[in-house]
């Protein structure tokens, strides 16, 4: 029994090998012009197929005449790399900001997997951030601080501004709004950087500090790696011996650790939490609740923490800042916005969709390991039934009951009654748009910023496809539910716009100052 478990292992081995190495040698090759086209064709019937809402802001004619001449314009073999250049930007023109597309990238042996998770790419540790026409490194989760507030300007001898001119062409936001755009191909510019150029071990960028232009190369690096030396140990020190009362006193304090990092939602490569909460140093009576995301952590603890916190200190004024959110869980935003009014509410409508079962139709793809299509074979006779007693067929259209979609849900008894201003930008998406267009639907909340790159009228998330195309393993992936507060803007195409509009400037974050949080401080103070 144990020589044929070992046969067997030895089999998946070998099987594994020979995969990696068929699927490097097909993604590396040249692609026919008849290859090219049955992928054009094919990502198109998905999108028709599985997204309901794909002529919301461009007709079929329109899209039907994209892809027609996309396919003209294929006449020449090229690699699945080129191909993904030709092809994001008319899947672009669907303009719905959850569509995703990436070309393949070379797998790699369990082998090469373990010794590349040793190392890391400093290039990664850097967080971008545009404002006016300056394209700065806002943050840099690695070593090197010094950098910090630099304006970049070349990257390996190229162009920022047409680097960035570039990658604008291969995602959209949701609707016509311009603000996602600006801020997100500098949120995620090394993710689009990577899909334009590959994998690579270092890369040099040309960056420019007050009056001062230089260089810093930017290399592939042990993980453990620090700027300090590390000294020998002292092989004649002993390290010190905990009593049975110091270790038990350890793991408490560990225990507690971990809860706090999952009731904040740490992110242990940026070393900050997801949600903060805080009385403004300035004014007391304002509490403060910057959350970077919707997507990590045991979000409940931390909101009924903080609003009881803010019940006990009697604030006045409650400032949420929802800046560089691009969304996360449903279920969390239903339960912050049950603290935010006192007045019973629907917080979405039903979703719509293409079909009675996308949890299922997400999770088979031939883009998943086998083992996981697997899985959803076997899940099938418990989720099917399930996702379709959730759906329903009125006047053509197929809708998606949720739990947040219950009317007349009822606020928390702790929900704060005051003020509240929003903090928004470009980059202020999906999930926290949906907040938004509640909170600004209802007349809860000032908003001040700019406007949200998410859709006031709803967005096409909730459940993502993944699609992988057959030649060219180029990559496509979508929502599967349009999801919507009841409350509907008549100005369709554009997101929450803020009653007091203000953008920070290059010269605000050399000076780290944030206008929009000082503005509402002295308007407070007046």
């Not at 950098?147 to 990257?155: A, D, N, P, T, Y």
């Not at 139709?361 to 379709?388: C, D, H, M, Q, W």
């Not at 005051?418 to 809860?444: D, E, M």
């Not at 509907?488 to 203000?502: A, D, L």
Request: charged share 30%.
């Amino acid at each position: 029994m144990k020589e044929r478990f070992l046969i067997f292992l030895l089999f998946l081995f070998l099987t594994s090998c020979v995969s990696v190495k068929n699927y490097n040698n097909q993604i590396a090759e040249l692609h026919s012009v008849e290859e090219l086209h049955q992928d054009v064709d094919f990502a198109y019937y998905k999108l028709i197929k599985l997204h309901p809402r794909l002529y919301q802001f461009i007709t079929k004619e329109q899209l039907d005449d994209k892809f027609d001449s996309l396919k003209i314009a294929i006449n020449t073999p090229m690699s699945s790399t080129d191909f993904y250049r030709m092809l994001a930007p008319v899947v672009s023109e669907v303009r719905q900001g959850h569509i995703s597309i990436s070309p393949p990238f070379s797998k790699f042996t369990r082998k090469e997997r373990k010794s590349r998770r040793k190392n890391k790419f400093e290039f990664y540790d850097l967080a971008f951030e545009q404002v006016n026409d300056a394209f700065l490194i806002h943050d840099n989760y690695g070593l090197d601080s010094t950098i910090v507030g630099s304006e970049v300007l070349e990257v390996n001898g190229e162009p920022i501004e047409q680097l960035l001119a570039n990658y604008e062409h291969v995602f959209s936001s949701d609707g016509y709004n311009t603000t996602f755009k600006d801020r997100f191909v500098a949120l995620r510019f090394s993710t689009f950087y990577l899909r334009d150029k590959g994998r690579l071990d270092s890369l040099e960028l040309k960056l420019k500090h007050k009056d001062s232009i230089f260089t810093k190369m930017l290399r592939t690096i042990p993980k453990d790696s620090s700027n300090v030396k590390k000294m020998p140990k002292d092989s004649t020190v002993k390290e010190p011996v905990l009593t049975k009362l110091e270790k038990k006193d350890k793991k408490r304090l560990d225990r507690i650790k971990r809860k706090n990092n999952k009731k904040y939602g740490y992110q242990n490569t940026k070393k900050q939490f997801t949600r903060n909460f805080r009385f403004l140093k300035q004014d007391q009576d304002i509490a403060y609740m910057k959350i970077r995301g919707f997507s990590n952590g045991k979000y409940s603890d931390f909101y009924k923490e903080s609003f009881q916190k803010i019940d006990s200190a009697n604030a006045k004024t409650l400032v949420l800042d929802l800046r560089d959110n691009t969304g996360g869980r449903l279920d969390e935003i239903a339960l912050l916005y049950s603290y935010l009014t006192d007045e019973k509410y629907q917080f979405i409508k039903k979703g719509e969709s293409m079909t009675r079962f996308p949890f299922h139709k997400a999770l088979l793809s031939r883009r998943n390991p086998f083992a996981l299509n697997a899985l959803g074979v076997l899940v099938a006779p418990i989720t099917i039934p399930l996702e379709y007693s959730r759906t329903h067929r009125k006047d053509g259209v197929l809708y998606y009951k949720f739990r947040t979609s219950k009317q007349n849900r009822k606020p928390k008894e702790l929900n704060f009654k005051g003020p509240i201003y929003v903090l928004i930008n470009g980059n202020s998406f999906s999930a926290s748009s949906i907040l938004s267009t509640a909170l600004k639907g209802s007349k809860r909340a000032t908003f001040v910023g700019e406007e949200t790159g998410g859709h006031y009228n709803g967005t096409v998330a909730g459940i993502s496809k993944f699609i992988q195309l057959p030649n060219s393993k180029v990559t496509i992936s979508f929502g599967l539910l349009h999801i919507q507060s009841p409350y509907e803007n008549s100005e369709k195409g554009y997101g929450i716009k803020p009653e007091v509009v203000i953008v920070p400037t290059e010269e605000n974050r050399l000076n780290n100052e944030d206008p929009e949080l000082e503005w509402i401080i002295e308007k407070v103070k007046q």
